[in-house]
């Protein structure tokens, strides 16, 4: 086959993966979105769904370790969750898994899609902040002008929240946590992987079900069993369909997440991901007839700007270590 041709099909494999990469990225947060806070489904339960989703990845993880022994194209790492080894190593990360997925959920829920960027939008800082003052890891002038970018453009997107009446401490608070406990897992999961032999879909499968067991015990205190036992569509095919769905999407993200970065490079992964982030915000505000001040889109795009900004400095900061022959 020509050159040429092998080049094509090659573009057109990585925009594919990138396309799947947008679309289920987009419907897994306009599904939660409709699950958590829509008056479609109207079920105030977020830990229950939480629990749901990781529960259908948990599913999904067995299903594969069960093919993995009838079918040699399927391979699915060694391992069980509940050997004290795995216990005592993986249940820490596992506890800030629970805690990304719920803060995650709280702040879709009492925010439009809209803003669900925004609220996100300091999981760069945390990480920054973090990998310094845990891992002792130098931070230039140019990523820490990155950084103040961005925490600007939080805080006019929150203080235009407030003016236009749609502010939620909760959703504000939640955003905040999310981003920390996911930048706290990136870290963590760095240091749990060599352990687990750098098996990804291992911790996947051990973080699902240790977050199962660790929600459940917040599902029944927290009085959502008894809102799940009392709501009228708890028998609904479509209430059930869409909770699977979530959890299919939840458990898809992951492993399209990986594929793209495999295909690309985890640069290209995060310009991916900004753009998309900013087409969401787009769509959110379409669908649900949003009417936003200028000075709110302005935080969007300051964001944005940081967001990449901070993508290309570091990746140009990881570039010149490589040149020199340090380690990353």
């Known amino acids: ?8 099909f090659q ?3 990585i925009g594919c993966v990138v396309a799947l990469y947008w679309v289920v990225s987009i419907i897994t947060v306009f599904l939660n979105k409709t699950l958590l806070s829509s008056e479609t489904v109207d079920l105030s339960a977020p830990f229950f769904i939480a629990w749901y989703q990781c529960f259908v990845s948990a599913v999904i993880c067995l ?3 069960f093919l993995s022994y009838f079918c040699p194209g399927i391979k699915f790492p060694e391992g069980s969750p509940m050997s004290s080894s795995s216990l005592a190593r993986v249940l820490p990360v596992s506890i800030l898994f629970t805690s990304m997925i719920v803060f995650n959920n709280l702040c879709l829920k009492y925010a439009g899609v809209a803003f669900y960027f925004i609220g996100r939008s300091l999981t760069t800082v945390f990480n920054v902040c973090l990998t ?5 890891e130098f931070v230039s002038q140019h990523v820490i002008t ?11 997107g929150v203080d235009q929240e407030t003016v236009l009446g749609t502010f939620s401490l909760v959703s504000t608070f939640s955003g905040l946590m999310g981003s920390f406990s ?5 870290i963590q999961t760095k240091k749990v992987l060599p352990a687990l032999n750098h098996q990804i879909w291992l911790l996947s499968y051990y973080n699902n079900v240790y ?4 929600l459940l015990p917040i599902v029944i205190f927290s009085g959502e069993f008894t809102v799940l036992m009392e709501y009228p569509q708890l028998w609904d095919g479509y209430f059930w369909s869409l909770m699977t769905l979530s959890g299919v999407c939840g458990f898809s993200i992951g492993y399209v997440t990986s594929l793209q970065i495999k295909v690309t490079s985890p640069l290209t992964h995060n310009i991916s991901g900004t753009a998309k982030a900013c087409a969401q915000t787009v769509l959110g505000s379409f669908f649900y007839h949003e009417t936003k001040s200028v000075l709110w889109w302005i935080s969007n795009i300051i964001v944005l700007a940081g967001s990449a900004a901070y993508t290309t400095v570091r990746q140009q ?11 990353r």
């Open 11 to 13: 573009y057109v494999h």
């Open 317 to 327: 900061e990881m570039k010149e270590k490589f040149e020199r022959g340090l380690p």
């Open 211 to 214: 977050a199962c067991l660790l």
């Open 182 to 186: 996911l930048a706290m897992y990136s």
């Open 1 to 8: 086959m020509h050159a040429s041709t092998l080049l094509f």
């Open 146 to 156: 990155c950084c103040v970018v961005i925490v600007f453009g939080f805080l006019v």
């Open 132 to 136: 310094h003052f845990l891992l002792n």
């Open 63 to 65: 299903l594969f370790k």
